[in-house]
């Protein structure tokens, strides 16, 4: 598969400044002309030079481009008897119109490219089938991911060009298709897209170029390269993907980690459960998941959550990796035999942390903003609940942040901290981006021991990692 820089530049400055940037990085550099104002094909494909896509867009399709259609076709005529390796010209541009650049494409390349900005068509192949019909010698099919589903409909797409000997760029477009950029190697696609900087991204979704070759190692994906992931909603924060493809290249694995934004977990699971070998989860998903595994491992009775889950032969066990690492940054810190700790939160991290609290000898209570949530769980494990107006009243050892509160955020505070942080408190905050979170600079403020989210991840993305090596 061929790596693509895309830039749209505006002046030819510009454009030759972009291609500087981009030469020796990327196989090919995608020169969106339609909006350099000072246009000179002769110049820019002027040798020596990289392999360049020409992509003039009309207004009409997305582009800048405001004048006709014969004027459009004479600048991608143009283009070709200048040397470009390839044109792009829309399908929408009509089956005469392409004909007219195929009869003149010698050494030229012509994409037939389809892009739908709204969403998924429900006539994918019939789309695909027509394309084909042109005789492009490349076909490209760029559309709205409205769900991270719809990503398995290019991929199956791409297996079936692969099958017919066509070559096939298929993309999903929009954060839920970011996999699909990513992944384009693994089921044959022709190429993918990446802009030099995430701010000059030229399609919605776009990782940088730097980003698909030092992260995601995408030039050396295969089709035999083993896939994990992240399951939740938001996932952007997440740090997954730095920490688990960095190990993936230290051991020279053939495997990647991406990240799956999943708005229907059912669905997800139903669609990917032989996708991947593993995953880990996140918010909101530790709880609602468990339903869907085939096996789980013994202690996920009494945590009910799940953060790692692994595909063994088509069977999906899930395991629980948070709580040894709850454990493993409490007793760095201090002993927890007899402490006082403040819980805030109900869900699964909440849960983990109650039941790491009790094995180390501690006194929990759950804190919540669902008063039947918070009481359940205090009842089911023996300890007390608070509700959250009582909470600027407590005494405490330790306080624990197992809420979402304070996520990407320079000033929210889960509580009123003047009134409880004391020096000889430890503050523990499930967080991790921030790596330093409101609530923990309060708290170094006020003389506290602190256990960032940063910690908690990676001392458990390392027993994650172990688990996912071992899998491959």
């Given at each position: 598969?061929?790596l693509c820089c895309?830039?749209?530049?505006?002046?030819?400055?510009?454009a030759?400044?972009?291609i500087?940037?981009?030469k020796?990085?990327?196989d090919?550099?995608?020169?969106?002309?339609?909006?350099?104002?000072d246009?000179?094909l002769?110049?820019?494909l002027?040798?020596p030079r990289?392999?360049?896509?020409?992509?003039?867009?009309?207004e009409s399709?997305?582009?800048k481009f405001?004048?006709g259609?014969?004027?459009?076709?004479?600048i991608?005529?143009s283009a070709?008897?200048?040397?470009?390796?390839y044109?792009?010209?829309e399908?929408?541009?009509?089956?005469n119109?392409i004909?007219?650049?195929l009869q003149h494409?010698?050494k030229t390349k012509i994409?037939?490219s389809?892009h739908n900005f709204?969403?998924?068509p429900?006539?994918?192949?019939?789309?695909?089938?027509r394309?084909e019909s042109?005789?492009a010698?490349?076909l490209?099919?760029?559309?709205?991911?409205?769900?991270i589903?719809?990503?398995?409909?290019?991929f199956?797409?791409?297996?079936?060009?692969?099958?017919?000997k066509?070559k096939?760029?298929?993309l999903c477009?929009?954060?839920r298709?970011e996999?699909?950029?990513?992944l384009?190697?693994?089921?044959?696609?022709?190429?993918?897209y990446a802009?030099?900087?995430d701010s000059e991204?030229?399609a919605p979704g776009q990782?940088?170029?730097q980003?698909?070759?030092?992260?995601?190692r995408v030039?050396i994906l295969t089709?035999?390269?083993?896939?994990f992931?992240?399951?939740?909603?938001?996932?952007?924060?997440?740090k997954?993907?730095y920490?688990?493809n960095k190990i993936?290249?230290?051991?020279?694995l053939?495997a990647?980690y991406?990240?799956f934004?999943?708005?229907n977990?059912?669905?997800?699971i139903?669609?990917y459960?032989?996708?991947?070998?593993?995953f880990s989860?996140?918010?909101?998903?530790?709880?609602e998941i468990?339903p869907?595994?085939d096996?789980?491992?013994p202690?996920i009775s009494?945590?009910?959550?799940v953060?790692t889950?692994i595909?063994?032969?088509?069977?999906?066990h899930g395991?629980n990796?948070?709580?040894a690492?709850?454990?493993?940054?409490?007793?760095?810190?201090?002993?927890?035999?007899?402490?006082r700790?403040?819980?805030l939160?109900?869900g699964?991290?909440?849960?983990?942390?109650?039941i790491?609290?009790l094995?180390?000898?501690a006194?929990?209570?759950?804190v919540?903003?669902?008063?039947m949530k918070?009481m359940?769980l205090a009842?089911?494990f023996?300890?007390?609940?608070?509700?959250?107006?009582a909470?600027?009243?407590?005494?405490?050892?330790?306080v624990?942040?197992a809420?979402?509160?304070g996520?990407?955020?320079t000033k929210?505070?889960?509580?009123?901290?003047?009134r409880?942080?004391?020096?000889?408190?430890?503050?523990?905050d499930?967080?991790y981006t921030?790596?330093?979170t409101p609530?923990?600079?309060?708290?170094?403020q006020a003389?506290c021991?602190?256990?960032?989210?940063?910690?908690?991840f990676r001392?458990?993305a390392r027993l994650q990692?172990?688990?996912f090596c071992?899998?491959?």
């Amino acid at each position: 598969m061929k790596l693509c820089c895309s830039t749209a530049p505006s002046t030819m400055a510009e454009a030759f400044a972009k291609i500087k940037l981009a030469k020796n990085k990327a196989d090919v550099i995608e020169l969106r002309v339609d909006g350099i104002s000072d246009l000179d094909l002769a110049l820019l494909l002027k040798p020596p030079r990289p392999p360049c896509i020409i992509t003039h867009r009309l207004e009409s399709e997305g582009g800048k481009f405001k004048d006709g259609m014969k004027e459009h076709l004479q600048i991608l005529l143009s283009a070709m008897r200048l040397g470009a390796e390839y044109v792009d010209v829309e399908l929408r541009c009509g089956i005469n119109a392409i004909e007219t650049l195929l009869q003149h494409a010698t050494k030229t390349k012509i994409i037939v490219s389809s892009h739908n900005f709204q969403k998924m068509p429900a006539d994918l192949l019939t789309l695909y089938h027509r394309m084909e019909s042109t005789g492009a010698h490349i076909l490209k099919i760029a559309v709205m991911a409205k769900d991270i589903t719809d990503n398995q409909h290019l991929f199956a797409l791409l297996n079936l060009a692969h099958s017919r000997k066509r070559k096939l760029i298929a993309l999903c477009m929009g954060e839920r298709g970011e996999i699909s950029r990513i992944l384009q190697g693994k089921y044959h696609g022709y190429l993918t897209y990446a802009p030099l900087d995430d701010s000059e991204a030229t399609a919605p979704g776009q990782r940088s170029l730097q980003d698909l070759i030092k992260i995601f190692r995408v030039p050396i994906l295969t089709t035999r390269t083993k896939v994990f992931g992240l399951i939740g909603n938001p996932v952007s924060h997440s740090k997954g993907i730095y920490f688990h493809n960095k190990i993936f290249k230290q051991k020279k694995l053939s495997a990647v980690y991406v990240n799956f934004l999943v708005d229907n977990l059912p669905q997800f699971i139903n669609t990917y459960r032989n996708f991947a070998q593993g995953f880990s989860v996140t918010m909101p998903y530790k709880q609602e998941i468990l339903p869907l595994l085939d096996t789980v491992e013994p202690e996920i009775s009494v945590l009910k959550a799940v953060n790692t889950v692994i595909n063994r032969t088509n069977n999906l066990h899930g395991m629980n990796l948070d709580f040894a690492a709850i454990v493993a940054c409490l007793k760095k810190r201090l002993s927890m035999k007899g402490k006082r700790v403040t819980i805030l939160g109900t869900g699964g991290t909440a849960r983990t942390m109650a039941i790491a609290a009790l094995s180390l000898g501690a006194k929990p209570a759950i804190v919540g903003r669902n008063k039947m949530k918070a009481m359940g769980l205090a009842l089911e494990f023996g300890c007390t609940w608070l509700s959250q107006d009582a909470l600027n009243e407590i005494h405490t050892d330790v306080v624990v942040n197992a809420t979402s509160v304070g996520m990407n955020s320079t000033k929210d505070i889960p509580f009123n901290v003047h009134r409880i942080l004391r020096s000889t408190m430890t503050v523990f905050d499930a967080v991790y981006t921030p790596p330093v979170t409101p609530l923990l600079q309060k708290a170094e403020q006020a003389g506290c021991k602190i256990i960032s989210g940063e910690e908690l991840f990676r001392t458990q993305a390392r027993l994650q990692s172990k688990v996912f090596c071992q899998a491959i």
